[in-house]
């Protein structure tokens, strides 16, 4: 089980560095992020990586569905995928390796913006490291969920534009749900808020690691693995 | 030995296959004939367990491929149509890929490869990107992962479209070394191509299988007829067709019509001559007969009279 997942990851990984896509998307990553953390970084005068924990959601939405939109539009575009699922890898498996290159990708890029978090080691007074972790953290954990939802807008279609469309789509919805609450019943604002993005990765980056932050990163990339999965097996059926 | 039962497929409202059943035997290539779109593929890739089957089963070695579908896909060796492949990659990496899934590492990986290399002919290639490749060559790949774990089944759909006829060839070559141990199915809209490899051929159209033997079982059924070619004028339609009342025609095709004449194909027996009574037959019609000849029955033609429209006369 372990070792067919790793198989597909590392050749879904070396695929990535084969292209310049990878290099293209991390270096305007990084670019962007710096840009809007720098800027506006000695003015604001205080020794906490806030702006980039708040920019770097914002990148996700064009950034991760660039990254997945090719996971398995592409396998089905190229006719690989009748090669790739007819040899002895569950769906499972496909999609879980798939989703953990996607997953690294977003990591190393990530790894990237800690130049920022030395920086600030080194210039910055009163730092609270564990905050500057637990935000971290939260953000590997919303790439985890968006690289998930990726894996799931790249299933539904052959065609790479739309999965990066229909990615781009429900990665905006989570980022936008919490932004329109005061519209919204009472009832139904604890449920919409708990789906948000920002609602989790707001505590993440304050330096709170709550269970019911985790479990809701967690399931919902489950959510769409799982999805993926589904998927992929009704090409049996159609 | 593979059985399949009573095959179905439907995509949506259309039925690619019909109840299809038939057997293949330990060590024989069958060779899968139709016309493009007549459910080949489809079969294919129901063995291959990569679709399911809307009514009816397959078996491999006693396995039900929706119910073992791993262990189906080990004993199976599959090139499927159009011989996808990873361009990207170079053709080391992509076979220590499909090594890899098939559970060789090591040292057991590097025997086997040189193997490989040796058996398609890779040498020198292998350390080149999959896009650059000729067609030719991309073919060989395309069978290096197919037989790569050594499977007891191995199956081709298509595997020399698109090849040069020296490429074919050497492909069918390939195919015929690849075959002498092995359960071989190849499929093929090219008869030339399954005379070529194939023991016994089973042809297949819109979903139904209409031929399955070998191929001197096939010619046998067919070179006991004679078919003729009549060019007529002045020949109504409904009076051509009553011409199937003469008693020992099996089947007549309409071949063309234009400038007001006519061109049909009859068959009957080699037991008997139907020449004078149809000569009769179009003078009490009052046809203008402008040719007739006679052709001894190809295989060519089996294929045409059980896979073409218009031959649906057959009395």
Not at chain 1, 189 to 203: E, K, P, R
Request: with cysteine.
């Amino acid at each position: 089980m372990l070792s067919n997942t790793l198989k597909i990851y590392r050749r879904e990984m070396s695929a990535y560095f084969n292209s310049p896509v990878a290099y293209i998307t991390m270096v305007v990553f990084l670019l962007i992020s710096a840009w809007f953390f720098i800027s506006t970084f000695f003015l604001v005068n205080e020794s906490d990586l806030r702006n980039l924990f708040s920019v770097v959601p914002i990148i996700y939405i064009f950034f991760i569905p660039a990254i997945t939109m090719g996971l398995i539009a592409r396998e089905r575009s190229e006719n690989t995928m009748e090669f790739l699922t007819t040899l002895p890898i569950s769906d499972t498996e496909i999609v879980v390796g798939k989703w953990l290159a996607a997953l690294s990708l977003v990591a190393a890029t990530l790894a990237f913006t800690l130049v920022h978090f030395i920086t600030l080691l080194f210039i910055g007074t009163n730092l609270d490291i564990g905050a500057l972790l637990s935000g971290y953290l939260g953000l590997l954990f919303a790439a985890a969920v968006y690289t998930a939802a990726g894996t799931f807008g790249s299933s539904l279609t052959d065609n790479q534009i739309t999965a990066f469309i229909l990615s781009f789509l429900i990665i905006f919805l989570f980022f936008i749900v919490d932004k329109f609450l005061f519209f919204v019943p009472g009832f139904l604002t604890a449920a919409l808020q708990y789906i948000s993005m920002d609602y989790h990765l707001g505590n993440m980056s304050r330096g709170v690691i709550d269970s019911r932050n985790i479990i809701y990163f967690v399931s919902a990339a489950a959510f769409f693995l799982l999805l993926s999965t589904r998927i992929l097996e009704m090409r049996k059926w159609r | 030995m593979i059985r399949v039962e009573n095959l179905s497929k439907d995509y949506g409202r259309f039925r690619a296959l019909n109840g299809i059943s038939f057997d293949v035997r330990d060590g024989e290539i069958l060779g899968f004939l139709g016309p493009n779109g007549a459910g080949k593929s489809t079969t294919l890739k129901i063995m291959t367990t990569y679709l399911a089957p809307t009514e009816g089963n397959v078996h491999v070695d006693d396995l039900n491929v929706l119910d073992h579908a791993m262990d189906v896909k080990n004993r199976i060796g599959y090139l499927p149509e159009l011989n996808p492949l990873y361009l990207e990659m170079n053709v080391f990496d992509f076979l220590r890929f499909v090594a890899g899934a098939r559970g060789f590492e090591g040292k057991n990986f590097r025997n086997r490869l040189s193997e490989v290399i040796e058996l398609c002919g890779l040498k020198g290639v292998m350390h080149k990107d999959i896009r650059e490749l000729s067609k030719g060559y991309k073919q060989r790949v395309g069978l290096a992962q197919a037989i790569f774990h050594d499977p007891d089944i191995l199956i081709l759909d298509e595997p020399t479209t698109g090849l040069d006829p020296n490429q074919i060839v050497e492909i069918r070559q390939l195919i015929k070394n690849l075959g002498k141990a092995k359960t071989v199915i190849i499929s093929s809209h090219i008869l030339q191509e399954i005379q070529a490899t194939a023991h016994r051929m089973i042809i297949i159209n819109k979903g139904s299988i209409v031929a399955n033997g070998t191929i001197d079982e096939l010619m046998a059924d067919f070179k006991g007829r004679t078919r003729i070619q009549l060019e007529l004028k002045n020949a109504a339609e409904e009076s051509i067709r009553r011409i199937t009342s003469i008693s020992d025609v099996l089947s007549l095709e309409e071949l063309s019509a234009r400038n007001g004449s006519t061109s049909v194909a009859l068959e009957f027996p080699n037991s008997v001559d139907l020449r004078q009574p149809i000569f009769e037959y179009a003078v009490s019609e009052k046809w203008t007969l402008l040719e007739m000849s006679r052709h001894k029955a190809s295989l060519e033609d089996v294929f045409r009279n059980l896979t073409v429209e218009g031959v649906q006369h057959a009395v």
